[in-house]
């Protein structure tokens, strides 16, 4: 006949450990009954689900099950270590856990776990190519086995990697693969997947071993770990026992174009491979390179579009020896390169609801104007020529932003405010951008070069889209240039710059953000200004170079390591690339939803 005394044992150093007789629990559940003869028994019998053909499955598996013991009490400190013995145990150990691994007469650690780890599950009933039930939610096979390196912390990554062997994973576990092939190479071997319950419950069972909390991502990361298949119609995942070819009814070329791009950028998330933390450390590192380079060569382009530097690229010019000089009190000698359209753009959206666009402000600038005008001082000379537009959606002038920012749209600086219905908006944005144009010297009018100015291109890109405005739409845009990049660029730095400091730093001056049309025009004379300033800071350089060779070598071959140098101030920028949208990498998660 079992005993109780070890149960009480353990009740009362619970009691002792938290100062509290309620412990939220069942207390009399946690006894044994006189039929029951020992802790053993009863992990036994718990473990017996697994051990015959009505074994567990998705519905009848609860993760409570490996830690019913644990009551969700705080980790022990250092003095109650101290005080029961436990010193030396300074991982953050449940309570209840730590003294059921110190309880001689509670196996459950050695015992209920091996049981656990050898649970099997009920039979599919399925046959070789079958095809899964609907529903059934699968994890792709390689983000398995990438899981310890790719998604736990060095600490614990290296704890559980032995756990993620291909001999562990077969070790008393049955998994049930399915594939599936890829529709982009269905002639290669298909793409495996396991029931995601099964990856979850290999999880429970390390975290029992280890005292863990591994778990599936949160956020977007965690749809990798939980697809589903089958939605209008697109192939589900087919039970497998050897590798197959693909069958007729899964291919992809049957379905509409809607459902057919649908299943295979899910197919693109299961078969793209992940990397190590050191392998997406160095990628992210080439692509911080790759971008700090970009934007140092933007601005060296916007210099030669305002006439502040002469193109060599596509010229047979070459650098000249001697130092070019820079002069703003007078006309600059050098003809703006590709008389463009600068465009600075701001949109304002409503703070309690996104998708309700107020007002677009617009501040264009031809640089053939600026032809015989000295800058002067930061190019204030050619601000005169910005023309400004304060466009307020007339159906959305009701929607002032108070609560975060401080709106101000009847406070536009720079004219008269236009209200203009929303149909209207689109329309009015294209005849001014997209239908800009230029009269050449032969009289014959031709498509004018824009260049699009932002501060946070992101934003304002998906607010005019808001409004049925698509910038990549527009032939003639050249490029895209961001005054928070072009300031990152000067201050080689990864931290962003508010427009308020650029405008304050080059001692511009400013009043009543948060109006578009103030904010464009603002954000136009701040590209001007940087650039301006960064062509007289380069050629201060270049005058200076070889003492700054001299002294300065260590930090030039860091700045070339680190991408933040881009060709020297003798070369031009290079040519512009024709902007293209950035690709959402959560886009595909979001229509899954």
Request: some cysteine.
């Amino acid at each position: 006949m079992g005993t109780n005394n070890g149960t009480d044992d353990f009740i009362r150093r619970l009691q002792n450990l938290t100062g509290r007789t309620d412990l939220g629990v069942d207390l009399e559940s946690l006894k044994l009954s006189e039929q029951d003869t020992s802790i053993e028994d009863l992990t036994s019998t718990a473990a017996t689900m697994g051990s015959d053909e009505n074994s567990v499955n998705e519905e009848e598996w609860d993760s409570n099950y490996s830690v019913d013991i644990c009551f969700g009490l705080h980790s022990l400190t250092i003095e109650e270590l101290e005080a029961n013995g436990l010193q030396g145990r300074t991982s953050k150990l449940n309570k209840a856990r730590q003294m059921a691994s110190e309880e001689p007469d509670v196996v459950y650690t050695s015992s209920a776990i091996t049981k656990m780890e050898r649970v099997t599950w009920a039979d599919t009933g399925l046959k070789q190519m079958d095809l899964s039930p609907e529903g059934d939610v699968f994890c792709p096979w390689h983000l398995v086995r990438a899981y310890p390196d790719a998604f736990v912390g060095k600490a614990n990554g290296e704890r559980c990697a032995p756990y993620f062997t291909l001999e562990a994973l077969h070790q008393n576990r049955v998994w049930d693969f399915y594939y599936i092939h890829n529709p982009k190479n269905p002639k290669l071997n298909p793409v495996l997947f396991v029931p995601t319950f099964q990856f979850k419950h290999l999880l429970d069972v390390i975290n029992n071993k280890l005292s863990t909390l591994l778990s599936i991502p949160h956020g977007f990361v965690s749809k990798k770990f939980e697809l589903q298949f089958g939605t209008g119609g697109t192939p589900r995942p087919r039970f497998l026992e050897l590798f197959p070819p693909l069958h007729p009814d899964d291919n992809p070329k049957k379905l509409g174009p809607g459902p057919q791009a649908m299943f295979e950028s899910i197919m693109a998330v299961a078969t793209k491979r992940v990397g190590s933390k050191a392998d997406r450390s160095q990628k992210n590192m080439k692509k911080r390179q790759t971008n700090r380079k970009a934007w140092g060569q933007s601005v060296k382009r916007m210099q030669r579009y305002l006439g502040l530097r002469e193109a060599i690229t596509g010229t047979s010019r070459q650098p000249s020896a001697a130092v070019p000089t820079l002069d703003l009190t007078v006309p600059l000698a050098a003809k703006p390169d590709r008389g463009v359209l600068f465009v600075a753009i701001d949109v304002e959206a409503w703070e309690h609801n996104q998708g309700i666009i107020t007002e677009i402000g617009l501040a264009i600038l031809d640089a053939n104007k600026l032809v015989g005008v000295a800058p002067g001082a930061v190019a204030s000379n050619w601000f005169p020529l910005i023309e400004a537009r304060h466009i307020r959606v007339r159906e959305n002038s009701w929607a002032v932003n108070k609560t975060h920012i401080r709106g101000c749209p009847d406070q536009f600086e720079f004219g008269q405010s236009d209200f203009v219905p929303l149909a209207q908006v689109s329309r009015l944005l294209a005849s001014i951008i997209d239908e800009a144009t230029v009269t050449r010297a032969d009289g014959v009018k031709q498509a004018q070069d824009v260049v699009l100015v932002f501060h946070e291109t992101s934003s304002d890109v998906k607010y005019l889209k808001t409004v049925g405005y698509d910038i990549y739409n527009n032939a003639n845009l050249l490029e895209i240039v961001d005054t928070k990049h072009m300031k990152q660029s000067a201050l080689r730095s990864d931290h962003a710059t508010k427009l308020e400091s650029i405008l304050f730093q080059l001692g511009l001056p400013y009043g009543n953000l948060h109006n578009a049309g103030n904010d464009a025009v603002y954000t136009l004379r701040a590209m001007v200004g940087l650039a301006v300033e960064r062509r007289v800071q380069g050629l201060e350089k270049l005058t200076s170079k070889k003492e700054e060779e001299e002294t300065h070598v260590p930090f030039a071959e860091w700045a070339a390591g680190e991408g933040w140098t881009s060709g020297g101030e003798e070369t031009d920028g290079g040519l512009p690339e024709r902007p293209v949208p950035e690709v959402d990498p959560n886009a595909w998660a979001r229509g899954y939803q």
